[in-house]
């Protein structure tokens, strides 16, 4: 079977190692471009690229993507995992069997580019991976498969996404080994869909006018980027600095073992001990804040 992988995030790289593992004839990689990073913003290759490099497959980016470039490559099936770009019907079309989308959410909840994240931002209690067949929608195509996992609160973009690329790994070689025995399934997508937009870096900024459940949903959900932000003013100096909020923990104000203060303002620290900082939030509930980032500074945890 004749495959072309699509993907261009960290996301998408176990899947790539999984493809090879199995020895499947990976005609082309699709990626996107090289770009600057980091603070130095130096111009480097996605993950995926250098994967693919590795292993000596073909490596071709969206720049390089058009009718006819894949036409040559007379593709059976695709797996596209995190790629980040719309990929027109009539490449679509050129597949014998199809192209497979891998999506971490149980569709049609969530479609768009960060489902993870708003899974986070909005407290759900279950996501999952949804293996689907691309159309000219936006997450809209059949789906093949689906499979359900708990998120728990402790759940961060980091721990989610580990949970969701192994399940969809095992889902991905389950569905290969079907199509390779001839079994092609398409179900409708059911239900109302939601929706998940790109993150904008201006969603980071904290406000402690909203609950304790409110901001550590926020921080989970962009520990990885953009990363929450606050400021806090420094007595001892009398300067405001900005802040990083890595993580967090919802507690209980009954647990401390200090009294507080019933006019205490929000976004107040009403309590420092060994193991985070607690501040106050909207509605009488409290945040402990256990890893931090100063601006130009290390991460610290609150012990330190």
């Known amino acids: 079977m004749n495959i072309i992988f699509w993907g ?6 176990p899947f790539l190692e999984l493809l090879n ?8 990689v699709v990626t996107s471009s090289d770009k600057p990073q980091g603070r130095g913003l130096k111009t480097l290759p996605t993950p995926v690229k250098l994967l693919a490099q590795k292993y000596n497959i073909n490596v071709l980016t969206e720049k390089d993507i058009d009718y ?15 790629f980040g770009k ?3 019907k009539s490449i679509i079309d050129l597949h014998k069997i199809g192209m497979l989308n891998v999506h971490f959410s149980l569709l049609p909840k969530y479609r768009g580019a960060a489902p993870i994240q708003w899974c986070l931002l909005n407290g759900e209690k279950e996501t999952g991976v949804t293996i689907f067949w691309l159309d000219e929608g936006i997450d809209t195509g059949d789906i093949f498969v689906q499979e359900k996992i708990e998120v728990n609160e402790e759940d961060d973009y980091y721990s989610l996404s580990k949970k969701l ?5 095992n889902l991905l070689e389950n569905v290969i080994e079907r199509i390779a025995k001839g079994e092609i399934v398409k179900i409708k997508q059911q239900g109302e869909p939601t929706y998940a937009p790109l993150i904008k870096k201006t969603q980071a900024q904290i406000s402690w006018e909203k609950t304790a ?6 921080v989970r959900a962009f520990v990885h ?7 806090l003013f420094l007595s001892l100096t009398q300067k405001i600095i900005n802040v990083k909020i890595l993580q967090t923990k919802i507690v209980n ?13 929000v976004g107040s620290i009403v309590s420092i001990n060994k193991d985070s900082i607690i501040v106050k939030c909207a509605k009488d509930t409290f945040l402990a804040v256990l890893k931090i980032q100063p601006e130009n500074k290390n991460v610290l945890t609150t012990q330190q």
């Open 8 to 13: 261009s995030s960290e996301l998408s790289v």
């Open 21 to 28: 593992k199995k020895k499947l004839k990976i005609s082309a």
């Open 68 to 82: 006819e470039t894949i036409q040559k490559l007379s593709p059976e099936l695709s797996i596209v995992v995190s």
């Open 86 to 88: 719309i990929i027109p």
């Open 165 to 169: 690329v192994d399940v969809g790994c």
């Open 213 to 218: 459940d409110e901001i550590h949903n926020l």
């Open 225 to 231: 980027w953009p990363k929450t932000t606050t400021k």
């Open 253 to 265: 104000p009954q647990n401390f073992s200090i009294p507080i203060q019933e006019n205490i303002s």
